[in-house]
């Protein structure tokens, strides 16, 4: 049916720090400053925008020298910022890409220069030309937004069978397996017995994919399943989503479609990265009732210090070095954990932390 964990290797969680085989800066090596390029791919979901620019804050601190560049969707500005990163002597690439199989001749072009890469949040494949990788605990992510479904419709309680569809990321993007796959993992043995049915049948990640990670990709294809498999008596109890733009896509279409948000038995309805919008939405009970919350500020954290180590001729701390595959090698990493967030919980791990305020998530606006 679906992709499954068990065939991965996965690494200790409470791993120390690790020698990363190329990373660490020998005696012989040229003392180095920290240039530092950032390569963030879209300024379309404001997490790349926030987490752009708290990485360039934090390298300034640190006081090594920064450039920063967002590609905006298109892969081939992309790979054109990076040469000219290059170019311009960075000693450091953080990339979060958009195609994570298009930087393979760019990044070769990198090593050849010295420069060391870290893959940020995204992995990227085909190339042995990556060092390290920083990112949330993917698969957990999918654990959590299957586990509220579960809690939600009371399916421990023995109340199916349910009525569920599944969407999944963009297929460019590797971590959408992982989301896919923890979703899968989870929902397994309620599917399995009939209490989870899914009436598209739609079960498999390419099929439920969503090009772009589109918000109005996704509200076209709800409205195509609604239209298709959910006529006459069929009724939708939960949407799985793995983002919350596409959540958002999702939620228009159910509304378009008749279902009327705050009410009993609209369906659940998954997300991920604590949008202000989403989180306006689950705080006031209009449509999207869960988003999973990766602290962007931990992530930058994490690999500004992955960089400052290599600086000082220490090795970056890593804690899995068995999960994640890029096509080469298992490469390096420090996983982080992502927490859900409810209307229950928003205020104390979102607007207690900081993160964002009352006010921007009553405006829905970051």
Sequence with gaps: MHL???????????????????????????ELTGFTGISMPTDTSE????????LEENFKALGYEVLHENAKDVVEDQISQIQSMIDQGVEFLVIAAIDNTSLGGVLAKAKNAGVQVIAYDRLILETPDVDLYATFDNYQVGV?????????????????????ELFSGDLGDNNSQYFFMGAMDTLESYLYEGDVVIPSA??????TATQGWSGDNAQVRMDTLLDEFY??????HAVLSPYDGI?????????????????????VVTGQDAEAESLKAIKEGTGQ????????????????EMVKALVEGRDPEVNDLGTYDNGFKYVPSNLLDPVDVTAENYQELI????????????????
């Design 231 to 236: 006529k006459e008596d069929v009724e939708l």
């Design 144 to 164: 959590l937004q299957a586990t509220h479904i579960i809690e939600r419709l009371g399916l421990p309680e023995g109340n199916g069978p349910v009525n569920i």
């Design 47 to 54: 997490r790349w925008v926030i987490e752009g620019r708290l």
């Design 4 to 30: 499954s964990r068990r065939g991965l290797l996965y690494g200790s969680a409470g791993l120390a720090a690790v020698s990363v085989a190329g990373c660490g800066a020998g005696e012989d090596s040229p």
């Design 202 to 207: 739609q079960t498999e990640q390419e099929p």
């Design 247 to 267: 959540s958002r896509g999702i939620v228009a279409s159910l509304v378009a479609n008749g279902y009327e948000p705050g009410e009993d038995d609209f369906p």
């Design 351 to 366: 607007v207690d932390s900081g993160y964002l305020t009352e006010e921007q998530i009553d405006a829905g606006q970051a």
């Design 289 to 304: 009732t869960e988003t999973v919350f990766k602290d962007t500020r931990l992530l930058a954290g994490t690999v500004t």
